[in-house]
């Protein structure tokens, strides 16, 4: 096992200039191994630097999706939604979505299918909904170019909604395959229809408040307490849409309206652990045992769980194994990527895990006792394989220290 230091890794970055800091949180079920460590200094909108605190607030980009998962999960614990059910009459433009095989000859004519089954909860949850983002398929990247709303489509300041932002067809008929892609946006809005609520209320009302989580809110954001604190508020990012963290593009967040719970939120790293440890201890505060014991089972079909194990062997997987080796056995949760073996000396079986942008991981190892989160602080332009290394530091070098903390102890 590759043997990384924490401390000593990130600085050296930092002191190369090939990011600026880094924000690492990470703790057990009872809260008795906690670890909690700062390293480098944000840049100020004025310009001033400031050493990087806990309560600095982060932009999640896709570590998002794990809140999201739980709003909806809640949903139907309440009997809402739920997870197989058709989602038809709550959402019908997902029902009208039809499937797209490709285009005619002369390139300008889309190729399209009836959808048979329908979208399901669990397949927004799991990206097995046909439902992927365009920059993982050429297919959808054409029809977005040709037929998508435009900027000037949407409102005065090029805003869209879910809804209009992802308005292409399906891939793959649903349940039938995997790829990344919005079904946490869809999710978000689905909740947000059987609510009455935005995802931001509804998020602040039943996951934040039971675990003492005021400081979260979706791009834009505008509460001063909060912007004073903001990484993503510099001169490199004046608009602060999180630029750094999505590798220096921030349209994703730019051109959105509403809350989007694919990539949208705000909040900080200890807050954010709060919600993993939540989880990892299973302590009924945002979901039933059961709920929670149900995010931690592999949730595709035979069918999908072959498309998912080849778009974990593809080029692009590299991005979907979030740190994991290629020949390590994974499935789909609700919420991330599932081990389904032990690797030695570090996550247990039925680890549970994801990531948000260039910069973000995070994982809860429920075997093992562990869960935590890292954020890398890049500079701009960024480095990715340096930013690739400094996760999976993160993600070993937690596992020592806990070690480390054990055998002081003598436990």
């Known amino acids: 096992m590759t043997k990384g ?21 990470a703790t057990d079920a009872e809260g008795r191994f906690i670890y909690n460590k700062t390293l480098g200094e944000r840049t100020l909108l ?5 050493p990087h605190q806990l309560d600095d607030v982060l932009f999640l980009a896709s570590a998002t999706k794990l809140l999201a998962t739980v709003a909806a999960l809640q949903c139907v614990e309440e009997g809402l939604l739920s997870l197989t059910g ?9 029902a009208a979505k039809q499937i797209l095989t490709g285009f005619s000859e002369d390139g300008e004519t889309p190729l399209l299918e009836p959808q048979a089954p329908p979208v399901t909860l669990e397949m927004l949850l799991s990206h097995s909904s046909g439902l ?35 308005s292409y ?15 946490l946006d869809w999710a978000g809005r689905i909740v947000e229809h059987v609510t009455g609520k935005t995802l931001c209320e509804r998020m602040h009302e039943r996951i934040f408040g039971p675990l003492g989580i005021t400081d979260a809110q979706f791009y834009p954001v505008t509460r001063e307490d909060l912007r004073a604190r903001l990484v993503d508020l510099n001169p490199n990012d004046p608009d602060a849409l999180g630029c750094a963290v999505l590798g220096g593009d921030g349209n994703m967040n730019k051109q959105t309206k509403g809350d989007f719970g694919g990539h949208g939120l705000f909040m900080t790293a200890p807050d954010y652990v709060k919600v993993l440890r939540s989880l990892l201890a299973n302590d009924g505060k945002i979901l039933k045992p059961a709920t929670v014991d149900s995010m931690f089972e592999h949730h595709l079909c035979p069918e999908a769980t072959e498309s998912y194990r080849a778009a974990l062997a593809s080029p692009m997987g590299i991005f979907f194994r979030v740190g994991i080796a290629p020949d390590t056995k994974a499935g789909h949760g609700l919420g991330g990527l599932l081990t389904l073996q032990d690797v030695d000396g570090w996550y247990g079986e039925r680890t549970l895990t994801w990531g948000g942008g260039l910069t973000f991981a995070w994982f809860i190892d429920r075997k093992n006792d562990l869960c935590g989160v890292g954020a890398v602080q ?27 903390w054990k055998e002081e102890r003598g436990s």
């Not at 230091?5 to 949180?25: L, M, P, R, S, Y």
């Not at 340096?386 to 020592?400: E, G, N, P």
């Open 169 to 183: 067809p399906l891939v793959f008929q649903p349940g039938a395959g995997w790829m990344y892609g919005p079904g």
């Open 132 to 166: 992927v983002y365009h920059f993982f398929n050429p297919l959808v990247a054409r029809w977005r170019e040709k037929f998508a709303p435009q900027a000037q489509d949407s409102n005065e300041n090029g805003e869209m909604t879910v809804e209009e932002l992802f």
């Open 378 to 404: 890049a500079s701009l332009p960024t480095d990715n394989e340096t930013i690739s290394a400094l996760k999976q530091t993160f993600r070993r070098d937690v596992y020592h220290k806990r070690a480390a």
């Open 86 to 94: 058709d989602l038809s009459s709550v959402v019908p433009e997902l």
């Open 46 to 50: 004025s310009g001033e630097k400031r």
């Open 5 to 25: 230091d924490i401390e000593t890794d990130f600085q050296a970055a930092i002191d190369t200039g090939k990011i600026h800091g880094g924000i690492i949180c």
